[in-house]
Nanobody, 124 residues
């Protein structure tokens, strides 16, 4: 059973919006820093955002600042990535991840849990 399950990806036109969800099973997300990463075809995986409610820390990549917002619903043990003003360069497979330490989340190292990924395609 996958510990993290993403959903919400799809095809959207440039300028559109999507909301990705990442639901956790078998552990409580509130104890972890939660990150979103993406990987476009032929490119390396890059960090998109990371936040930790326990440390009150948030990180967004420069490429998504002002357009993407991370949030958490503790009651549902789910985190979200709201993506607005989408661009073609936002296309890729998006993964959520959980790490004990915020700095690990930001740098994508020593990640405790990864999701299976969800495809986001921005195209007209």
């Amino acid at each position: 059973q996958q510990e993290l399950v993403e959903s919400g990806g799809g095809l959207v036109q440039p300028g559109g919006s999507l909301r990705l969800s990442c639901a956790a099973s078998r552990f409580t997300l509130d104890y972890y820093a939660i990150g979103w990463f993406r990987q476009a075809p032929g490119k390396e995986r890059e960090g998109v955002s990371c936040f930790s409610t326990s440390d009150n820390l948030t990180y967004y990549a420069d490429s998504v600042k002002g357009r993407f917002t991370s949030s958490r619903d503790n009651a549902k043990n789910t985190v979200y990535l709201e993506m607005n003003s989408l661009k073609s360069e936002d296309t890729g497979v998006y993964y959520c991840a959980a790490a004990i330490l915020f700095r690990h989340c930001v740098h994508g190292i020593d990640i405790d849990y990864w999701g299976q990924g969800t495809q986001v395609t921005v195209s007209s």
